[in-house]
């Protein structure tokens, strides 16, 4: 799942903590029912990237 341009979260990493969503300044992720759901605002800060404990979350190559 793309978050911004450049940030990118690997659902089948990921294992719905709730970190990133805590941490995000824009918030604009949300945790339901095992789903990260990501609305629009990324500002990509890496924020999520870095308190991500299971590495889910990268930035891309584009
Ligand atoms: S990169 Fe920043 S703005 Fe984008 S989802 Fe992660 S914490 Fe939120
Ligand atoms: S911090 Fe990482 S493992 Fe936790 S919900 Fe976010 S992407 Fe998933």
């Known amino acids: 799942m793309e ?4 940030m990118i979260i690997s659902t089948e ?3 719905y ?3 990133c ?3 995000c300044p824009h918030n604009i992720l949300e945790l339901s029912e095992m789903e990260i759901i990501a609305h629009e605002g990324c500002e990509e800060c890496a924020f999520c ?7 889910a979350i990268k ?3 584009k």
């Open 3 to 6: 978050l911004g341009v450049k």
């Open 13 to 15: 990493e990921c294992g």
């Open 17 to 19: 903590c709730g970190a």
């Open 21 to 23: 969503v805590s941490v």
């Open 49 to 55: 990237m870095v308190v991500c404990p299971l590495g």
């Open 59 to 61: 930035r891309g190559e």
